[in-house]
């Protein structure tokens, strides 16, 4: 089993950055497909990115395909996404997630680890 915890979130303006992280404890990252997900209010949550279990290979939703960027550090159990020219749209509670997998997954639903969640709110 796998415990996930997100960070960085926060209130940024338009055009700016941020950088999320989501630390696994329990087990190493390395047996791990990982995702971000996020989910403004009213919505459905959505797929934004996921890593295969090396993070040499990813799948971007084309909203973010350009700005955000995912990456991992499986020695640090660390998982983390930069975020750049946020756009008002990009508000919402971002959760990451985990599957034991080598592939990239991208189905909400085949995840079976969630974080807390961490809000982030890009005003314009």
């Known amino acids: 089993q796998i415990q996930l915890v997100e960070a960085g979130g926060g209130l940024v303006q338009a055009g700016g950055s941020l950088r999320l992280s989501c630390a696994a404890s329990?087990?190493?990252?390395?047996?791990?497909?990982m995702g971000w997900f996020r989910q403004a209010p009213g919505k459905e949550r959505e797929f934004v990115v996921a890593?295969?279990?090396?993070?040499?290979?990813?799948n971007y939703a084309d909203s973010v395909k350009g700005r955000f960027i995912i990456s991992r550090d499986n020695a640090k159990n660390l998982v983390y996404l930069q975020m750049n020219t946020l756009k008002p749209e990009d508000t919402a509670v971002y959760y990451c997630?985990?599957?034991?997998?080598?592939?990239?997954?991208?189905?909400?639903?085949?995840?079976?680890?969630w974080g807390q969640g961490t809000q982030v709110t890009v005003s314009s």
């Open positions: 890593s295969d279990w090396s993070g040499h290979k990813t």
């Open positions: 997630a985990a599957v034991e997998s080598a592939l990239v997954i991208i189905g909400r639903g085949d995840y079976k680890y």
């Open positions: 329990g087990r190493s990252l390395n047996y791990y497909a």
